[in-house]
């Protein structure tokens, strides 16, 4: 196969419904796990304890969701987006501004997972028509593990 060819394929599979929308939710998860580690360094208050060490570890989930969602899209075929270029003009989330009071961290943090997971139950029919059952997995466990992250936030803040 010519590179031509071998590149024009690799185009041509790699724009399917669902390797685009693990690209989206690659960016998603990688914004959100910047997020989460600029809140675990930068938070302050009386809660700091317990809001550094909660934010380490759902930064630590995170950082390790980002590598199995990158390595999902390279098992079917495609090349993963891996620059903050790339991740600015996929990602729908917004990084930090400044840096936010303790709770407002927490309830942003919050919107960001509830946004992950709107998301990722709108790529669930997809995946299912196509019958891609590794990829449905992958997508019902990080829906599960943002749903489990959402109410540790919301109980924190009060919501
Ligand atoms: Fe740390």
Same mark, same amino acid.
């Given at each position: 196969m010519s590179t031509a060819t071998q590149s024009h394929t690799r185009t041509t599979s790699c724009t399917t419904a669902i390797t685009e929308g693990l690209k989206h939710l690659l960016a998603n998860t990688y914004t959100l796990y910047l997020k989460t580690q600029n809140f675990h360094w930068n938070v302050t208050g009386p809660h700091f304890h317990s809001l550094h060490g909660m934010f380490e570890e759902q930064y630590t989930e995170l950082q390790a969701a980002v590598d199995e969602i990158a390595e999902r899209i390279r098992a079917l075929g495609c090349f993963a987006p891996g620059s903050f270029r790339e991740f600015n003009t996929l990602a729908t989330l917004h990084d930090a501004s400044g840096?936010?009071?303790?709770?407002?961290?927490?309830? /942003?943090?919050?919107?960001?997972?509830?946004?992950?997971?709107? /998301?990722?139950?709108?790529l669930m029919p997809t995946v299912q028509s196509l019958q891609d059952e590794a990829t449905q997995d992958l997508l019902i466990r990080r829906t599960e593990t943002h749903q489990k992250t959402a109410w540790m936030l919301r109980s924190t803040c009060g919501e």
């Amino acid at each position: 196969m010519s590179t031509a060819t071998q590149s024009h394929t690799r185009t041509t599979s790699c724009t399917t419904a669902i390797t685009e929308g693990l690209k989206h939710l690659l960016a998603n998860t990688y914004t959100l796990y910047l997020k989460t580690q600029n809140f675990h360094w930068n938070v302050t208050g009386p809660h700091f304890h317990s809001l550094h060490g909660m934010f380490e570890e759902q930064y630590t989930e995170l950082q390790a969701a980002v590598d199995e969602i990158a390595e999902r899209i390279r098992a079917l075929g495609c090349f993963a987006p891996g620059s903050f270029r790339e991740f600015n003009t996929l990602a729908t989330l917004h990084d930090a501004s400044g840096t936010p009071r303790d709770m407002e961290m927490v309830k /942003q943090l919050l919107k960001d997972h509830e946004v992950v997971i709107e /998301q990722l139950i709108a790529l669930m029919p997809t995946v299912q028509s196509l019958q891609d059952e590794a990829t449905q997995d992958l997508l019902i466990r990080r829906t599960e593990t943002h749903q489990k992250t959402a109410w540790m936030l919301r109980s924190t803040c009060g919501e």
